[in-house]
């Protein structure tokens, strides 16, 4: 793509309509911008005269520019897309899960490489251009999940950045994948991974040892999947704070689904928002159906770092997902009855690590001189709007090149 | 209303559920050719057809489905196809309802064409049935209805429709007793209402009021119930009663009816009794604090249908309008991931009719079927379901009325 050009009719918040004290929409304007190197290097109304250099122009045609999005949990080798329909095989455990699905992977006519390319592709015309993917680590597996995945990563090189999780889903003591997660953290992942260590492990306190041993020793950061509910699971995550804040790893740590954090009650909630604030654990929560989920505006109102991800996208362990993290933050906007404009566009900082066009007050924050040129156009007049009504997204901008859809270009 | 004769070729019909161990794997369908005349599936072919001078449209593989079926939407209030706005605070339901004595007025002269673009984005997602409550109230009277009656008129010949006179502010509390008789005269084939007993503060009467209003209309009935407890238990109890007096079976529905989340031994025994005579209950499939026990209810033989209720409006900003996205979204709160729970899912949007039967056996297109059908890019029901399946063409009465099909 050039090297330099200037973006047109590019719409921007610019700050909060407010009627009897309430803000009811938000104003926007029409702007240009330089974009050079993947950078953005001159931002100007489009009415302001101005030379243009002589440079190429896009014209986005008014449409939104959004923050990219963000996509906070998926598992790139486990989806089915691309192969043929199947639903899931009932399973009697959670082990019988696990087998389930490390014998139907194998037997697949599609390789992963390509279902997670699929996936990828999903991903990304839905405006994630960040991902982090979990990759399955047990002795069986090998290093199989992870290869192929960062074969598929490779394939979208320049379109988006990605993290990955080393993850022993079937159980880091239970399946002693300890040597193998220590593989992966040199083969490539960023982040040691791991799952419910009372439940799955069976020893709480030396997972959780384990894993922050790893993590140390690779100084790569956390992402633990935590389904244990009640007592177990505020354990866990109290644990777990402790020895992030013993190793330094504050803001290193992440703990996925923590559905624990759903059954806090009065003074314990506020203690433990306060500790997770104060050790920058974030949550990631893909806003699951039918079961309670932590308390999301609470949590964020304390300064917890809350995230959303897409999780199963048709897969051994469940047949929906489409891979639309924006419809993942309708979904959370509606699950907590979040519906005003500040609201709604609150919601849009879930899947763009906290990154929105406009503060709390209404003052533009974002984009801004020397942020990257990376982009989610969207068919509408707000955040707000695009959250709530799941706005189409003609195209997709990262570093300064369309990576999915398109815009129009414009000759001199 | 001269309706064409032709054969709709290669249709994937399913056929019969796919066994491993015991445990139904997946759906076995194949390729049928189904004659379509006078608005109806005539009949269904296999293999060669013999050469007889009918024409034919080509399904092209696509999977066919029973038309979706909205059941709870209000057309006649909406920004949808306006300028966005988002949800100003509230207090409550009176909260809203005050909002709406200066909002309602300023939304009347777009009213018609709104509902007319909400009618067309539900036909695209395959809805070709609509049931929609129209505001009768002192604020616009009937305008409201007549309204979504000209835009219902628009699509005459596109889908079929229920209008519900729905006193949104309170059959007694608004004094709209008169407004909703003249609106059962204009056409409106339920009396609605809408929480006899924190809106109108006297169920007995409220309710008795509806079914009175009902009777001398030979109408059909729907009522908003979103008061949950004792007081919600209460009126559907009562509404069962008077349902049974009037012997009114099989033509009453509650909305919403929330009161089935609360106690599970009041719910369930409420649920017999409403199979038993018949009411049905609509839902948009809550999913944030509340969560309806629809299985429970379905497993009593309620019959349950689905709606948007809102698209985008002073309510809501979230809905969307697609009923496979709302038979997805049953079917992932309720856990439903299996083949044959899939497939069976589809049925709340279809108004209980899907291709197979819990059995495997094929059930649906049976010769002299209504042709309503949407077909879809799909290789079975439970996938269309999971997978929100793209929707490729609308038949309503054999016309398309919605995407497109190749001709031959």
Not at chain 1, 209 to 236: C, F, K, S
Request: hydrophobic share 40%; with cysteine; charged share 25%.
């Amino acid at each position: 793509m050039h090297n330099a050009y200037w973006l047109l009719n590019v719409r921007l918040e610019t700050g909060h309509e407010v009627e009897s004290g309430a803000v009811t929409g938000t104003k926007t304007g029409l702007f240009r911008l330089r974009i050079k190197d993947g950078k953005i290097t001159a931002i100007a109304n489009m009415s302001d005269a101005g030379d243009i250099d002589g440079l190429p122009q896009l014209d986005a045609r008014g449409l939104l520019a959004l923050p990219p999005f963000i996509e906070k949990h998926c598992h790139l080798d486990k989806t089915l897309l691309g192969d043929r329909w199947r639903p899931v095989r009932p399973a009697a455990s959670l082990f019988e899960r696990f087998e389930i699905e490390a014998r139907t992977l194998p037997t697949l006519r599609t390789t992963m490489k390509e279902r997670a390319e699929k996936l990828l592709e999903l991903l990304l015309r839905a405006g994630s251009t960040h991902i982090r993917t979990h990759v399955d680590l047990y002795p069986e597996a090998g290093l199989r999940h992870l290869e192929a995945v960062q074969e598929a990563l490779a394939s979208f090189e320049g379109k988006l950045t990605s993290e990955i999780v080393a993850f022993p889903q079937h159980g880091l003591l239970r399946t002693q994948s300890k040597g193998i997660v220590r593989e992966a953290l040199r083969g490539g992942c960023g982040l040691v991974g791991g799952v419910d260590p009372h439940t799955v492990d069976g020893d709480m306190e030396k997972s959780l040892q384990t894993m922050m041993e790893l993590a140390v020793e690779a100084n790569a950061d956390v992402d633990l999947h935590l389904h244990d509910g009640g007592r177990i699971g505020l354990d866990t995550i109290r644990r777990l704070a402790q020895l992030a804040d013993e190793a330094g790893w504050q803001g290193r740590v992440s703990v996925s689904h923590a559905f624990a954090l759903a059954d806090m009650q009065g003074e314990e909630a506020e203690e433990t928002a306060q500790l997770l604030a104060n050790s920058g654990i974030a949550i990631i929560t893909s806003v699951p159906l039918g079961r309670a989920i932590p308390p999301v505006p609470f949590l964020h109102d304390r300064g917890v770092h809350v995230a959303v991800g897409c999780d199963n996208i048709f897969d051994s362990w469940s047949p929906f997902g489409n891979g639309d993290v924006l419809e993942r933050a309708g979904r959370l906007a509606e699950r907590f009855g979040r519906k005003t404009e500040q609201e709604l566009a609150e919601a849009l900082g879930f899947i763009t690590g906290g990154v929105t066009p406009l503060d709390k007050d209404g003052q533009p924050v974002w984009p801004k001189l020397g942020d990257e040129a990376s982009f989610v156009f969207a068919e509408a007049s707000c955040s707000a709007e695009t959250v709530a009504r799941r706005a189409k997204r003609p195209a997709v901008m990262h570093r300064g090149t369309i990576v999915a859809g398109a815009l129009e270009r414009t000759s001199l | 209303m001269n309706k064409s004769v032709y054969w709709l070729v290669n249709v994937l019909l399913e056929t019969g559920y796919r066994y491993e161990d015991g445990d139904i794997v997946g759906t076995d369908a194949q390729l049928h050719h189904i004659r379509i005349e006078d608005g109806r599936m005539a009949s269904v072919a296999s293999g060669e057809l013999p050469e007889d001078g009918l024409p034919r449209r080509d399904a092209a593989g696509l999977l066919l489905l029973p038309a979706f079926r909205e059941m709870h939407i209000h057309i006649d209030k909406t920004y949808y196809g306006g300028p966005w706005k988002a949800v100003r605070p509230a207090n409550g339901v009176f909260g809203r309802i005050e909002e709406e004595r200066e909002l309602l007025p300023k939304l009347l002269p777009t009213a018609q064409q709104r509902a007319e673009k909400m009618l067309e984005m539900l036909l695209g997602f395959g809805s070709t049935h609509v049931r929609t409550h129209c505001n009768i109230d002192p604020v616009v009277g009937l305008r409201n209805m007549e309204a979504a009656m000209r835009a219902l008129d628009t699509y005459s010949g596109k889908l079929s429709h229920e209008v519900v006179a729905f006193p949104q502010h309170g059959l007694l509390r608004s004094d709209a007793v008169e407004l909703v008789r003249e609106a059962m005269r204009q056409g409106a084939t339920h009396v609605g209402a809408v929480d006899p007993a924190t809106v109108d503060g006297d169920i007995d009467r409220s309710l008795q009021t509806v079914m009175d209003i009902a009777i001398e209309a030979d109408a059909g009935v729907d009522i908003h119930v979103h008061d949950g407890g004792d007081a919600g238990l209460a009126t559907m109890r009562r509404v069962a009663e008077l349902t049974e007096q009037a012997g009114w079976q099989g033509r009453v529905t509650v909305s919403h009816a929330f009161a089935f989340a609360g106690d599970a031994a009041a719910a369930a025994e409420l649920a017999g009794r409403f199979a038993e005579l018949g009411i049905s209950i609509t839902s948009t499939v809550p999913f944030g604090g509340l969560i309806m026990p629809l299985p429970m209810m379905h497993a009593k033989g309620v019959a349950i249908g689905l709606g948007n209720d809102s698209i985008t409006d002073h309510w809501s900003p979230f809905g969307i309008g697609d009923c496979l996205e709302k038979a997805g979204r049953l079917a992932e709160l309720y856990r439903f991931v299996d083949e044959r729970s899939l497939a069976q899912s589809l049925g709340y949007i279809t108004g209980g009719v899907t291709p197979l039967d819990a059995e495997g056996r094929r059930v649906w297109p049976a010769t002299g079927d209504a042709a309503d059908v949407v077909l879809v890019q799909a290789s079975c029901s439970a996938e269309a379901v999971a997978r929100r399946a793209e929707r490729k063409a609308v038949l309503f009465g054999g016309e398309l009325v919605a995407g497109a099909l190749e001709k031959r």
